[in-house]
């Protein structure tokens, strides 16, 4: 069973702050990604990595950045946190190879306030 | 343009009447493409794709390239269908394109 894990499922920041958001995966894949999830917006793709020190920017990666230093593991950054930051952010990974296993994997999401 | 839309926000069903999301897409190439569903306080996951031609939980959806559609759909719907649905489109660089998704309100 795959699994995704993010290290927070809440967190509350401050303007300004530098904050951490980490996912781990422990199924070997290769993509990670991270999503942002706000209502009436749906999943907007942050950033995404499909190897170990490699990153591709998604379709909103203003305001943040990302850290891929193992495979497993898919940082996503926030060098000042902004009050239009707070959503729910949900990380993902999926594996390289036939379509019948390239699916995404979900994490439970941490849902970010800054206040 | 790479584009998944979802024309409906709500969606609100009542028990034992059919289901249909719809999902369009927009997408030069041969599309691949999911559903996600997402229950209250439940992580999302993946409900089913158009290459495996399934049926999970009762939901199937059948690809209609002349129409560029992939629209959800249930004969009978059940309250602990309601979720949030976001119907997703795999390009050929590994990205998921997602619609912005459909809460579905079941009522009793």
């Known amino acids: 069973d795959v699994k995704v894990t993010q290290s927070s499922r809440y967190l509350v920041k401050r303007t300004g702050e530098k904050v951490f958001l980490e996912c781990v995966q422990d199924m070997d894949h290769e993509n990670m990604f991270w999503y942002r999830q706000d209502p009436g917006l749906g999943l907007r793709l942050i950033y995404f990595?499909?190897?170990?020190?490699?990153?591709e920017k998604g379709d909103i990666p203003e305001g943040y950045s990302v850290s891929r230093e193992k495979k497993e593991r898919f940082s996503l950054i926030l060098e000042s946190a902004s009050t239009n930051q707070t959503s729910m952010y949900l990380c993902?990974?999926?594996?390289?190879?036939?379509?019948?296993?390239?699916?995404?994997?979900f994490g439970p999401g941490t849902r970010l306030t800054v206040l | 343009a790479q584009r998944v839309t979802q024309p409906e926000k709500l969606l609100s069903v009542f028990k034992g009447a059919p289901v249909e999301l719809k999902c369009n897409y927009s997408y030069s190439g041969s599309p691949e493409l999911f559903w996600y569903v997402q229950y209250s306080r439940q992580r999302l996951q993946l409900l089913l794709r158009?290459?495996s031609r399934e049926s999970i939980k009762g939901f199937t959806a059948d690809l209609n390239k002349g129409e560029t559609s992939f629209h959800l759909k249930k004969p009978f719907a059940q309250e602990e269908d309601s979720a949030m649905y976001y119907c997703a489109l795999r390009n050929r660089d590994d990205k998921i394109i997602f619609g912005k998704g459909t809460r579905l309100h079941i009522l009793p």
């Open positions: 993902a990974s999926s594996s390289t190879g036939t379509s019948l296993i390239d699916t995404q994997y």
């Open positions: 158009h290459i």
């Open positions: 990595s499909y190897d170990v020190k490699m990153k």
